[in-house]
């Protein structure tokens, strides 16, 4: 009986409690939203950077393909503005050594702005 009273003033309580916001649940296997960093205005900036770099400002490539010691991406932002990336192993890490924008009618650093809003996949 005192156990049952105990349990009807604790479900009390809790009634009671402050409204707060909810706690976010996130299933297991969630990623963590990414927060994307500018792109630059020139390709030639992004010579030199690591993969990380590159994911943190365009997100996953459309094709990744490994020949070697050497690694290429592709991204597409629409029929008129491809960025093609090519990494090479220098020592303990890889270094985008080659940056290309392919493309009819855009500009490189509107190519680049484009790719770098796709959503993420």
């Known amino acids: ?6 349990l009807g003033l604790a479900l009390a309580v809790a009634g009671c409690a402050a ?19 500018p792109p630059p205005a ?4 992004l010579l030199g950077s690591s993969p990380d770099r590159l994911l943190a400002v365009f997100g996953t490539p459309i094709l990744r393909r ?17 960025l093609d990336l090519v990494f090479y192993r220098e020592g303990d890490r890889q270094k985008l050594t080659l940056a290309q924008t ?3 009618a855009k500009a490189e650093g509107a190519c680049l702005r484009q790719i770098a809003t796709l959503p993420a996949k």
């Not at 409204?19 to 994307?36: D, E, K, Y």
């Open 1 to 6: 009986m005192i156990r049952a009273a105990l």
């Open 19 to 37: 409204p707060g916001p909810t706690p976010a649940i996130s299933s297991p296997g969630a990623q963590p939203a990414l927060v994307r960093l």
């Open 42 to 45: 020139k390709i030639i900036d």
């Open 66 to 82: 490994r020949d070697g010691d050497a690694e290429s991406w592709l991204y597409a932002g629409g029929p008129d503005c491809k």
């Open 102 to 104: 392919r493309g009819e």
